[in-house]
């Protein structure tokens, strides 16, 4: 058995188990917190309500500061020792792997039409196969790249020499490596994701202008009428007028932003997770050339694809706001919300449309070669 990958996988156990404890510990003393200040809210409110005292209410309205936050807190608590759990399950199922236990992983039977001659006569695929050996990737793209891999021999002696020395410094950097895995398996994947955004990306351009002007014009329009409303030079009763009017533009525009949100509405969070992976491989220096170049693929104009790629999630959550009736409403009515977000998003597609791809054709690589570097980890010894 190879003696140091044991021993590190064993020393990860013990370390991780108690930072598992330790995160339960306090999740339960933010439960009761929570528990406390909630109850807190409740009676402060009561007592304001009884004798009117201002003190009250400003105690209760602290209450329920707190109980916000510690809800926030207890979420990311909880996704935390999601985290660490799933780092325990990959130090369990390495030393797993030491000794040759690994028939529950992924057998790949659904790569078989890559190369059926050759995933045939030497067992790619299937129970026992390389694939169901060699595998760790925590992605959909990742696995596609890693079955390819398998099955497309590279031929250029130069890539293959490259890709050694990104392979034998990979394995080197276990807490990455880990961190990727772990947090690859936090994201919900159904496959859609990227072919939606892709669908989305190869839409034609449209002209905006016009409706970036309305944008801009009608919630300065609406605020001007308010105000005049206020000095008394219009009724109240006109105040429908500047919103109806903001309401007909929204409608008018409703067709395409509908299609645009339809496309992108379920894929937030699956992108606000992808970008703790690309955000892993864009933290760390190295020094051979393949990884190098992978990390320099991931920039777009100064800018990197985790911050462009938050940027995206961030409008994409903004997007479903519209999903909440009255704060649709009220939003519209007034600023034109969806024209806004609508636009922004027409932005970010023109800046980044030439490089998505790239962007997660690089994520499926360094992905795919981290189960090429946790062999080369697990059998060091006897290189």
Not at 178 to 195: P, T
């Amino acid at each position: 058995m190879q003696k140091v990958a044991f021993k590190y996988y064993n020393n990860n156990l013990l370390i991780l188990e108690s930072g598992i404890k330790m995160v339960k510990r306090k999740i339960f003393f933010l439960y009761l917190t929570r528990l406390i200040l909630f109850i807190s809210l409740i009676a402060f409110l009561a007592l304001y309500f009884n004798f009117n005292n201002f003190l009250f209410l400003s105690l209760s309205f602290v209450s329920l500061v707190l109980f916000l936050f510690a809800v926030k807190r207890n979420l990311e608590l909880a996704y935390h020792e999601q985290f660490l759990s799933h780092k325990l399950q990959i130090n369990r199922n390495e030393l797993n792997s030491l000794e040759h236990k690994y028939q529950d992983r992924d057998r790949g039977d659904e790569y078989n039409y890559l190369n059926p001659h050759l995933a045939t006569d030497f067992d790619i695929f299937g129970n026992g196969s390389l694939f169901q050996y060699l595998n760790r990737c925590s992605t959909r793209i990742g696995r596609d790249k890693f079955a390819e891999t398998l099955c497309r021999s590279e031929l250029n002696e130069d890539t293959i020499i490259r890709k050694q020395k990104a392979i034998n410094e990979l394995s080197g950097k276990n807490e990455i490596v880990q961190d990727f895995q772990a947090y690859g398996k936090l994201i919900s994947e159904n496959g859609s994701e990227l072919s939606g955004l892709q669908s989305w990306l190869d839409e034609k351009d449209e002209k905006l202008k016009l409706l970036q002007i309305s944008a801009y014009l009608f919630p300065l329009i609406n605020f001007t009428w308010f105000a005049l409303i206020g000095l008394g030079v219009f009724s109240l009763n006109s105040v429908l007028i500047p919103i109806l009017l903001s309401l007909t533009v929204i409608g008018l525009n409703r067709k395409r932003i509908g299609k645009a949100h339809s496309k992108l509405s379920n894929t937030a969070k699956t992108f606000e997770k992808y970008y703790t992976l690309f955000k892993l491989i864009e933290g760390d220096n190295y020094k051979s050339s393949y990884l190098v170049d992978l990390k320099h693929q991931l920039t777009n104009r100064d800018k990197r694809a985790s911050q462009s790629l938050k940027a995206l999630f961030k409008l994409l959550n903004s997007f479903d706001i519209r999903l909440n009736v009255f704060a649709s409403f009220l939003l519209n009515s007034i600023l034109l919300f969806d024209i806004h977000v609508y636009c922004r998003l027409a932005g970010w597609k023109r800046a980044h449309q030439n490089v998505i791809s790239q962007w997660f054709s690089t994520l499926s690589e360094f992905d795919a070669l981290i189960s090429l570097a946790t062999y080369a980890y697990n059998n060091q010894e006897q290189v």
